[in-house]
């Protein structure tokens, strides 16, 4: 073992020793030394004093080591001694109290629970007896019993999840076969069809995501490679001479495109894209991509400009395509009606949206719309977050992969009916708070969220209201607001 001595020195038996009084005063009155066994660093620094060290050391009780000082003629009395004087004082005898049998040499104690059921009690306590010990021995058992079975359920789950895992993988790569070599030569003629309808709500192979996200997205801007270049380089030159002139544009007043077109808006949102991932942040490879496709499109779509919840967008596209195909799908994906409504603001079509969503929340979740309808909390405060950003930002990154698949196919219809599903899985929950927690909770959804219970409760919503599908509904809701017979629709009052 090793002895480490600490020492409490006067400051002026110091200063002796060292031959200075001032190089210890800064100290205080007392100063705390530290020696390693055997004071070998100690006899290195100070060679001369050995000998010194040595008599004091070994005249004294061992608190003080320097300078010429007297034993201490108080010593502190042990147990032992205190009772010798006592029994030559008194003239009685103290006997030793009777040790167990059981324990005679207390050598450590216990540290945990284990230890104190199997260890008998030291010397100086009363001994087990039988049945305790009995006792003990059967509630350690049942720990060891109930530890293992803790361990055979754990080494079971992990077995199942590993089996899960395998079995997924074995039907992408069964899929991935039929998407490259059956489904993609014969896009046109297959898309339509049951069976791959099918295995396209299973989710997409990661190899073809980016291809089917293309084909089924269109190209109906017929925008090129080259045409994303020319506006790339567009950016780049505003980007240049709105730096350089950016005092001076203020004071002229520039539009409100222009102003969120700014290289610092779009750099502040591209640091805010998938953080836990750090591809897209400053030194990130797929940082200068992002912020090409989301300068170029500002450029492209002044009308538009660069809108908050875009750069979740493009860069769940630069994950799964190349560059200037991310462009374009990003450039056709947000030119339909509804991202086109939402991403210029458009507060009517907004609101037509809201109406239809409510329509069929109603007709499935009747008992969660009346609570939400008690608490006046209309779609918007949710939905808006979900549809900007297509569901990247609330759920977990290959969760919202798997609804883009289906919302690829089905359209803004699947949206809607994913929003709804999300108020199915957790409807339980929600009809227990109240407004603010509500709210809390819709924006910022849960991470454990899995696929297999979010794609169940998505597949329990009917998307029909008497006969009427999606696009029925929503017609007849446009139609109600051009004729002023609105509805008694909480987010149409609003």
């Not at 205190?82 to 216990?110: D, L, M, V, W």
């Not at 801007?221 to 380089?233: D, G, R, V």
């Not at 949102?269 to 942040?281: C, E, K, M, N, W």
Request: proline share 5%.
């Amino acid at each position: 073992k090793r002895n480490w001595v600490c020492t409490v020195l006067p400051v002026r038996e110091v200063a002796n020793f060292l031959g200075s009084e001032s190089f210890c005063s800064s100290v205080g009155w007392r100063l705390y030394l530290r020696f390693t066994p055997g004071f070998r660093v100690f006899r290195n620094l100070f060679p001369k004093r050995t000998k010194e060290l040595k008599s004091v050391v070994h005249s004294a009780p061992g608190w003080k080591l320097f300078g010429k000082v007297p034993p201490r003629e108080n010593l502190q009395k042990t147990s032992k001694i205190i009772q010798q004087e006592y029994e030559a004082r008194t003239g009685r005898t103290c006997k030793p109290p009777p040790q167990s049998s059981r324990r005679k040499n207390f050598e450590f104690e216990p540290l945990s629970t284990t230890a104190l059921i199997l260890e008998d009690r030291p010397s100086n306590l009363p001994a087990k007896s039988v049945e305790e010990a009995l006792r003990h021995r059967q509630e350690y058992d049942e720990m060891v019993a109930e530890a293992k079975k803790r361990e055979i359920k754990d080494a079971y789950k992990r077995k199942k999840i590993m089996k899960e895992r395998f079995k997924q993988e074995e039907n992408i790569a069964s899929a991935m076969v039929i998407w490259i070599n059956e489904i993609l030569p014969n896009w046109e003629v297959m898309r339509s069809t049951r069976r791959v309808r099918e295995l396209w709500w299973q989710g997409l192979p990661p190899s073809v995501r980016g291809k089917v996200w293309s084909l089924a997205v269109g190209n109906e801007l017929n925008i090129t490679p080259e045409l994303y270049e020319i506006f790339l380089s567009r950016a780049k030159e505003r980007w240049k001479s709105f730096s350089e002139t950016n005092s001076e544009n203020d004071a002229e007043g520039v539009s409100v495109a222009d102003r969120e077109a700014s290289l610092e808006l779009i750099k502040l949102d591209i640091s805010r894209t998938f953080p836990s991932l750090y591809i897209f942040q400053k030194g990130g490879p797929y940082h200068d991509v992002l912020h090409s496709i989301l300068g170029a499109y500002t450029c492209y779509r002044p009308d538009v400009g660069y809108v908050q919840g875009m750069s979740f967008i493009a860069a769940v596209l630069i994950l799964n395509l190349e560059e200037a195909d991310a462009f374009i799908a990003f450039a056709n994906l947000l030119n339909k009606p509804c991202q086109l409504a939402f991403f210029r603001v458009d507060h009517n079509m907004m609101l037509k949206y809201f109406a239809t969503f409510e329509v069929f929340f109603e007709e499935n979740l009747s008992k969660l719309f009346l609570h939400f309808k008690s608490y006046s909390l209309t779609p918007d405060i949710y939905l808006i977050d979900w549809i900007f950003t297509l569901y990247s930002k609330s759920l977990p990154l290959d969760l919202a992969c798997r609804v883009w698949d289906v919302f690829c196919r089905d359209g803004e219809e699947f949206l809607f009916r994913t929003g709804l599903g999300i108020l199915r899985l957790y409807e339980d929950i929600l009809l227990q708070m109240d407004f603010i927690h509500i709210a809390q909770f819709l924006t910022k959804l849960p991470e454990d969220i899995t696929s297999e219970k979010l794609f169940s409760c998505i597949a329990a919503i009917q998307m029909q209201n008497s006969t009427k599908k999606w696009t029925q509904v929503f017609a007849s809701v446009m139609k109600d607001i051009k004729e002023g017979d609105k509805n008694n629709s909480p987010a149409l009052k609003s």
